[in-house]
């Protein structure tokens, strides 16, 4: 069974900026195309970034400009560099791949951007 497993968030100032980094425990995992998604309390969880298998990004106009996903498939992981960070951005942040079903949640990692 697929395991995921993100790191990296944490309690950051408005305007700074984090890095996630999400392990994926599958054979193959160049041929997906993967995404973050966060979810904020009482909200639904939503995509904030996208990258295809091939390298292609895709960003909602609320990050566009702020975020960038890259993927190292030698490591089987997706990462999500944060900047200018907001206090909208505080939510619970997970990765997946973007088609078909998708494989277990884990557990996210939590940013908390505030005074």
């Known amino acids: 069974q697929v395991q995921l497993v993100e790191s990296g968030g944490g309690l950051v100032q408005p305007g700074g900026s984090l890095r996630l980094s999400c392990a994926a425990s599958v054979q193959v995992f160049m041929i997906y195309d993967m995404a973050w998604y966060r979810q904020a309390p009482e909200n639904k969880r939503e995509l904030v970034a996208s990258i295809t298998s091939g390298g292609t990004t895709n960003y909602p106009d609320s990050v566009k400009g702020r975020f960038t996903i890259s993927r190292d498939n030698a490591k089987k992981t997706v990462y999500l560099q944060m900047n200018s960070l907001k206090p909208e951005d505080t939510a619970v942040y997970y990765c997946?791949?973007?088609?078909?079903?998708?494989?277990?949640w884990g557990k996210g990692t939590l940013v908390t951007v505030s005074s």
């Open positions: 997946n791949k973007v088609t078909g079903t998708s494989w277990p």
